[in-house]
């Protein structure tokens, strides 16, 4: 399986047969290294409705004819842009799809969401994480979360083999959490994410990696534009 990092907290994971990509924020993404036009994919994964998650979705699903799987409420709204293929999960809920499985985890956060030109948030469900396993390997995606010790529980429940974590501090938990996180979740490898986007989430990766080695867990602070094979 390949993972390749388009920066924020997009991700585009490559199996033998099928492309998925994760919160696809490349439009006004002043780090994107593609263009959303550019992107191929089979599924797009969202972990929750904020603009810098759902980002390119519509039009990325649209463009590949991909099948799109969120909240209820996300999927909803997505419908009504137009995206034909929308699969809808709840919090603790995974489905088996062509590619694999996903299944949605808990995420301390919010997901409102501000269409443009509109003053008042659009109620899009809440934040959630997702767990995606395909060709015997799990991966877990936090979404935007704080730390929380839920993420015990999918430590325990899951054999997580790579766990992409938000490092950014300010909106969701910073480097000294996402060590502790990583040390729940226990991952055979972690991804830093969610972070150098804005200004308020200026993060050193590097000494987050560092922090990790400390406690005997792996990471690797992935470059934009990178792609690794696990
Ligand atoms: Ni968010
Ligand atoms: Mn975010």
Redesign the pocket.
């Known amino acids: 399986m390949k993972i390749t990092y388009l920066s924020?907290?997009c991700f585009l994971v490559e199996t033998s047969e099928y492309t998925i990509l994760i919160?696809p924020?490349l439009t006004g993404n002043p780090l994107a290294p593609v263009k959303a036009a550019d992107v191929r994919c089979d599924a797009i994964l969202v972990t929750?409705g904020?603009g810098?998650?759902i980002g390119d979705t519509a039009d990325i699903a649209k463009a590949n004819d991909a099948t799109v799987i969120s909240s209820y409420e996300v999927i909803d709204w997505l419908s009504r842009q137009g995206v034909k293929k929308g699969h809808p999960l709840g919090l603790g809920g995974g489905f088996n799809f062509p590619f694999g499985r996903v299944k949605l985890t808990v995420a301390l956060?919010s997901a409102g969401y501000k269409p443009e030109g509109s003053e008042d948030f659009l109620y899009l469900g809440v934040a959630a994480g997702v767990l995606l396993t395909a060709e015997g390997k799990t991966i877990y995606h936090a979404?935007?979360t704080a730390l929380t010790l839920d993420m015990q529980l999918i430590g325990q429940r899951n054999r997580i083999d790579v766990a992409m974590l938000?490092i950014?501090d300010n909106?969701?938990m910073g480097p000294e959490d996402a060590v502790l996180a990583a040390e729940f979740v226990k991952a055979g490898l972690v991804l830093p994410m969610?972070y150098n986007t804005f200004p308020p989430i200026k993060q050193d990766a590097e000494a987050f990696v560092a922090a990790l080695a400390e406690k005997g867990i792996k990471g690797n602070a992935i470059k934009i534009g990178e792609t690794i094979t696990v």
């Open positions: 924020h907290s919160d924020f929750h904020h810098d998650h956060h979404g935007d938000p950014g909106f969701t969610h």
